[in-house]
């Protein structure tokens, strides 16, 4: 499925609209899940990876092993992953994606020594604003990208 995206949909977008040739993945839910496994595969056409909500309980958690063992693979720095998780995600939620964020962590430290931050934002609309604002990810994503 990953190839069909790559190979597939990006050149597609490519010959239909102006586009810079950048790369990113974004998926929310199982399309959060999708762009893990997205991640994780390499090489990639994608230089950027958004995952919002990942359902990581999908599958008996198999991406967990995935992340384990392909992660942080060949050059690994090419590309970025911006992880994110809903607060009003179930407990079964939350305990995959903070295993996923601690399996990255702890990869890429044993690999390169990088020092890792993990950084749980909480409150993150802001004044005027309520929960349910939808500018909060589109300004989130045109900024890290």
Same mark, same amino acid.
Do not use: W
């Given at each position: 499925m990953v190839d069909a995206v790559a190979f597939a949909a990006l050149p597609a977008v490519d010959d239909a609209y #102006?586009?810079? *040739?950048t790369g990113?993945?974004?998926?929310?839910?199982?399309?959060?899940?999708?762009?893990?496994?997205?991640?994780?595969q390499r090489p990639s056409p994608f230089s950027g990876f958004f995952a919002f909500s990942p359902s990581v309980w999908v599958g008996n958690e198999q991406i967990l092993n995935e992340l384990k063992h #392909?992660?942080? *693979?060949?050059?690994?720095l090419a590309s970025s992953l911006f992880l994110s998780l809903g607060e009003a995600e179930d407990n079964e939620m939350l305990e995959g994606f903070e295993a996923v964020e601690e399996i990255l962590g702890f990869s890429y430290f044993r690999e390169y020594g990088l020092p890792v931050v993990i950084g749980r934002f909480f409150n993150t609309v802001g004044p005027g604003q309520s929960a349910r604002?939808?500018?909060?990810?589109?300004?989130?994503?045109?900024?890290?990208?």
């Open positions: #102006r586009t810079d *040739g990113v993945l974004v998926g929310h839910s199982l399309g959060g899940l999708f762009t893990l496994y997205a991640f994780v #392909r992660a942080p *693979g060949p050059n690994p604002y939808g500018m909060v990810i589109p300004r989130l994503v045109r900024q890290a990208v």
